[in-house]
């Protein structure tokens, strides 16, 4: 190949390279390339003493224009890519960023675990039971024997003669003291059913937490002072509690306890009727019928158990004003929580 | 239950305020509320004296009044009524009363007279009809005070009462607890019967057939009444809790049965065949008329009351038409009975009637004192109120008697369950306070005789509750000091749940809770094939079984979510889905799952990126990284042939050769029907499976400090070979410097490819870790790659 043929070679394959040159920094090395101290065109001109002399004019020439050419379109080059950066700094930084989808929890979900967690801190465990249930378990076993009338407080759905929905979490308590010797304390989350009209104020599910202690020695101020502590933690350091007498097959003495509404500090408010108190749970001390059920001995040990309805409390404080919406799952409900 | 407190006044006195009465009860288990009803008129209506009246100078038929309205001055009223007259007291409509919401009263001129108000009538205050004239109010009325003040009103104390204390539905029960609570005496009034007709045994027999049923029964016979209107008081008071009156007898039951709690009834004596009772059950489809008019169908657990013939009344619940008090009755006899609670309450379930007296006998009333009680309170009532004279004696069938309990209570036991130390005199003040008696007492026990109107006293722990219920349950404090045994176990379960949860959260999912009761349709379609459970007594048809699968309640939570025009719906939810399983106990077997459904774009509407639908690609990598966060391994996706609802893909995924879950695609004819607009992915697993292969601690790795290589290969291969396949070849010749190889491009076009053939493009990415690689090292190992691929695969370098 003659040197002038490599000069044209030279000019060919910098009109490709060219065009792949997109930001500053290949300009840079396609410039040290071509017209660097060692480049291609510095190369070309130390070729320049093996020319005969006759045509060393028309090459130098040749390899000038060359020279001239490459150093103009770099030039060029530079102030297009150079613009280019000025402009990619005038993007609208307004626009918004990319939409990453939004998640959430249900709101159930996530009460029933701050509940769980709090519960957990007072060194209970979470004990299981299935949602459907005998009639041992969910009803006798709980001092609620065959016709008694409070079996009609909890209108039950039926699977088989004898084989229910669970109506409370309360037969986990009899299940897991089946199986284990005291001291027992537990929490039991779970779904529960009853067979009632569905409307703004009711469903045929709902959700409990079920508590259990049982121990030597244990009376109604241990339970006083759990659930005091509880309700600190979950409504918050002014919540205080007070306790009405009621009745459950189950506990002897039963109690029904009320929180300062956690709105207006139990000054009365929309939210508390104004009474100034919601009621959150039911509780007591475990009926000696249930110890002698699952073979503690009531003269040994005494306890005591609680149920809290986790749906209505979540309402109250989400100020939600229907439970069917808990169950609809339309995403423009859940994306609030 | 409703108490008209004029009527609790009867038997308690009550000097306090009612607020602190209600709080009281409430907390000793007597839920209650206060009640007002009765008229109300503005509050600016108040009672003037007045002082003159003078006629009108222009008009006769209007006078001018001075009234004291305990301002200083008395005020000057023009009063067009007849009747008034100086010295009366009236209500004075003041200045600025809006009596109606049209009508304010201004100071006015009344032909040329000025007055500062109005004396009102009745009509005027919307209390009645009457314009004949001014209300005259009585002397006691104190003047300047509104008017509401001297307004009849009637105070219902609204209880709601707990199923363990049926001596509480009357107003005497309730009253007692009055009187516990405040410290005052029980006042029972007291009857003088007088028996002036003949013998009661030569009047009426009662024959008990069935005294399990009905352990007492008790009749007396009044004759010669004179039915009519009972009188005001009676009529107020029945009328205050809610009922309607009929006539003097019927009302006289009605009044004993809310006064003493236990229910009687009365029958038209003439109209008993053979002045006969017979108690006895029903035969098998025996069939009854009961005063609501219906014709009942009975079974053999239905006590009758029957009379020499035909029965009369469903016992306990409701009487007979036939036997009625009509205004033709002369005679009357009544009925005292006790029966048997769940007797009645069977019989009340079976026939769907739940009456007055049918909720106070299947929750238990008094067979002793009280039942006899209040057959002669009825007597002596029906003697004052409908005249007649009363037969002599009393038949009374009661051949075993229930005898109350005697229980003891230890004072030691006391305290263990309350905390609380309660002396010995104070727990034998409670208890006569309740009219338990106190048989003996020492240092450490006391011991009782529960009366037989309390049927939940039966136990020591019985009368540890009634003990602190009256002397105080928010007395127990807090114990300050928190003690307890250490747990067993701590679960391990919920925090798994909860790093699901986290997870999908953190994939752009909403938690979703569906009904776990569904149609017949949602559970046959469950995707795991389970037989389905069904309800016996389901609330509607659409809510007759047990779901089978999350997936069919999330597909209706997306059709609502469809029908509401959603975008982008993504959900999962974690729940039981149930099984039929004639080996548990329970018939059922629960499986603990997830579920996920989706139906959206990968991302929302962005300018920097143009929608692409999330398809079953895009579920299958969710699924991957939710499995590899939980350290499931050896996970593998396999068709299957079981396609409950013809999916468009559906597989198995499994790890090893347990079956973990499903994930699928839906049949795009699918979408048609509900207007979706992106593809609806599924996805199901089981957690069960899962918690117990999952790996909570993952242990620490070298981590190589040199820089790694990468190599990309392009080949050309059948359609139908499973990308897979060759991935596991090459990590298999890969050596242990190959960490990573993916799949980064698929081309399927056979118009550049040899017909049948697809080309796939791989990254590998290389790395020691302890030498940095040179370009030989990884060039043997493509190599070595490249030889099997085409060897094996007859793979063609692209």
């Known amino acids: 190949m003659t040197l002038l043929e490599k000069i044209n070679h030279v000019r060919d394959q910098f009109k490709t390279d060219l065009e792949r040159i997109s930001d500053l920094k290949s300009w840079e090395e396609l410039k040290n390339t071509y017209l660097g101290r060692k480049g291609l065109v510095s190369k070309l001109f130390s070729r320049i003493e093996d020319v ?3 045509d060393r004019k028309t090459i130098g020439q040749a390899l000038n224009s060359l020279k001239n050419e490459l150093q103009n379109q770099v030039d060029s080059l530079r102030q297009a890519l150079q613009e280019k950066v000025d402009e990619s700094r005038e993007v609208d930084y307004t626009l918004p960023g990319f939409p990453i989808f939004k998640g959430s929890r249900h709101p159930l979900t996530q009460a029933i675990d701050e509940m769980l967690s709090i519960f957990a801190r007072l060194g209970f465990d979470i004990a299981y039971g299935p949602e459907v249930e005998t009639d041992w378990y969910n009803f006798s076993s709980l001092n609620l024997p065959l016709n008694h009338p409070a079996r009609d407080m909890q209108d039950t759905f039926y699977v088989d003669e004898g084989i229910m929905l669970r109506t409370h979490t309360s037969p986990v308590q009899t299940r897991y003291m089946t199986q284990h010797k005291p001291p027992v304390r537990i929490v039991a989350p779970g779904r529960v059913y009853r067979n009632e009209a569905i409307s703004a104020r009711s469903y045929c599910m709902f959700h409990q937490i079920e508590g259990l202690y049982v121990d030597k020695n244990v009376t109604f101020a241990d339970l006083r002072g759990t659930l ?5 933690m979950y409504f918050g350091s002014d919540a205080r509690i007070k306790f009405r007498t009621s009745y459950f097959p189950f506990t002897e003495p039963s109690a029904e306890v009320d929180v300062s509404c956690f709105l207006c500090n139990g000054k009365g408010c929309r939210v508390c009727k104004n009474t100034g108190w919601l009621e959150i749970l039911g509780c007591g001390m475990v009926d000696p019928n249930v110890f002698k059920a699952v073979g503690y001995d009531p003269e040994e040990v005494s306890g005591y158990a609680f149920g809290l309805g986790v749906d209505r409390s979540v309402m109250q404080k989400l100020d939600i004003p229907d439970i069917r919406m808990l169950f609809d799952n339309d995403v423009e409900f859940l994306k609030q929580f | 239950m409703k108490v008209d407190l004029n009527w609790l006044q009867d038997y308690v006195d009550i000097d306090r305020p009612l607020e602190e009465i ?14 007002e009803s009765g008229p109300k008129v503005p509050e600016s209506v108040i009672v003037g004296e007045v002082l003159s009246v003078e006629n009108h100078p222009n008009a006769d038929n209007l006078s001018v009044c001075f009234v004291n309205t305990g301002e200083p001055e008395p005020v000057q009223i023009v009063c067009g009524a007849p009747n008034v007259a100086a010295g009366q007291k009236v209500p004075v409509a003041t200045v600025g009363t809006s009596l109606t919401p049209e009508f304010t009263l201004k100071k006015a001129k009344l032909r040329g007279v000025i007055s500062n108000g109005m004396i009102c009538a009745e009509d005027e205050l919307g209390l009645s009809e009457d314009h004949s004239g001014i209300m005259v109010l009585d002397e006691s009325c104190e003047i300047g005070k509104s008017l509401n003040n001297y307004l009849p009103q009637t105070v219902i104390l609204d209880i709601d009462l707990t199923a363990n204390r049926p001596d509480c539905m009357s107003h005497i029960g309730v009253a007692r607890e009055v009187a516990a609570l405040t410290g005052k005496p029980l006042k029972i009034p007291e009857i003088t019967l ?15 057939l069935a005294a399990d049923g009905c352990p007492r029964y008790t009749a007396r016979v009044i004759q010669n009444v004179n039915i009519g209107p009972s009188p005001d008081w009676l009529k107020r008071r029945i009328e205050a809790i809610g009922l309607r009156p009929v006539n003097n ?3 006289a039951s009605n009044y004993v049965l809310h006064e003493t709690g236990h229910p009687l009834h009365t029958f038209d004596y003439d109209k008993l065949a053979g002045h006969r009772i017979v108690v006895r059950y029903a035969e098998e489809g025996e069939t009854f008329e009961t005063l609501d008019h219906k014709e009942r169908t009975l079974s053999r657990n239905v006590l009758l009351i029957c009379d020499g013939k035909k029965p009369v009344a469903m016992a306990g619940v409701m009487g007979g038409l036939d036997s009625e008090i009509s205004e033709d009755t002369v005679n009357v006899l009544i009925e005292s009975a006790y029966f048997d609670p769940p007797t009645i309450r069977k019989g009340s379930k079976q026939q769907l009637l739940s009456t007055d007296s049918s909720k106070r006998f299947e929750r238990g009333t008094d067979p002793n004192a009280n039942c006899v009680y209040a057959q002669n309170r009825l007597a002596s009532l029906i003697l004052e109120l409908a005249g007649g004279s009363c037969a002599k004696g009393m038949i009374d069938v009661y051949p075993k008697k229930i005898e109350p309990l005697s229980i003891t209570m230890r004072f030691d036991r006391l305290k263990k369950i309350t905390s609380l130390d ?26 009782v005789l529960a009366p037989t109107f309390r049927p939940d006293l039966e136990r020591e722990i019985d009368l540890i509750e009634e003990i602190i219920r009256i002397y105080g349950l928010n007395k127990i404090q807090a114990n300050s000091r928190l003690q307890f045994s250490m747990p067993e176990t701590v679960d391990s379960m919920n925090p798994f749940l909860n790093r699901i949860r986290e997870i999908f959260m953190g994939f752009g999912f909403h938690e979703a809770i569906s009904n776990s009761l569904v149609s017949q349709d949602m559970a046959k379609a469950g995707i795991w094939g389970y037989e389905p459970v069904r309800l016996m007594n389901p609330l509607s048809v659409d809510m007759n079984f047990l779901r089978t699968d999350l997936i069919q309640p999330l597909l209706h939570d997306l059709k609502l979510n469809a029908a509401r025009k959603r975008q982008h719906v993504r959900l999962f939810e974690i729940g039981r889905v149930m099984e039929k399983d004639p080996s548990s106990e329970t018939t059922v077997r629960e ?7 989706m139906c959206s774009d990968m991302w929302e509407l962005h300018w920097l990126q143009s929608p692409a639908p999330a398809d079953f690609f895009y579920g299958k990598g969710m699924l991957m990284r939710l499995l590899d966060n939980l350290g499931i391994t050896n996970i593998s996706l396999k068709t299957t042939d079981f396609n409950p609802n013809a999916y468009h893909i559906f597989m198995n995924i499994m790890s090893g050769k347990t079956q973990i879950g499903k994930i699928g695609e839906y049949d795009p004819e699918f979408l048609n029907k509900y207007q979706l607009e992106y593809p609806v992915v599924i996805l199901e697993l089981k957690l069960d499976e899962i918690f117990k292969r999952r790996k909570e601690v993952f242990k620490y790795k070298s981590v190589s400090p040199y820089p790694s290589m990468t190599r990309d290969i392009s080949i050309v291969v059948d359609k139908n070979m499973e990308s897979e396949t060759l991935m596991k070849e090459i990590y298999q010749k890969g050596s242990k410097f190959l960490k990573d190889v993916v799949v980064y491009d698929q081309f399927m076009d056979d118009r550049k490819l040899t017909p049948g053939k697809k080309a796939l493009s791989y990254r590998l990415w290389f790395q020691s870790d302890n030498r940095t690689l040179e370009d030989q090292d990884v060039d043997r190992i493509m190599e070595k790659i490249f030889n099997i691929l085409i060897r094996k695969y007859g793979a063609q370098l692209r």
């Open chain 2, 194 to 208: 007088q028996e002036t007709g003949p013998d009661i045994h030569s009047l009426a027999q009662v024959d008990v």
């Open chain 1, 228 to 232: 005091e502590l509880f309700s600190k």
């Open chain 2, 591 to 597: 499986h603990q799952n997830l579920g996920v459904i």
């Open chain 2, 422 to 447: 309660i002396s010995p005199k104070t727990c034998r003040t409670i208890f006569e306070s309740l009219d338990i008696s106190v048989l003996s007492m020492d240092d450490q026990t006391i011991h």
């Open chain 1, 52 to 54: 005969p002399p006759q």
């Open chain 2, 22 to 35: 209600r709080d009281l009860l409430t907390e000793a288990g007597l839920e209650c509320q206060i009640v």
């Open chain 2, 249 to 251: 007898v019927v009302d």
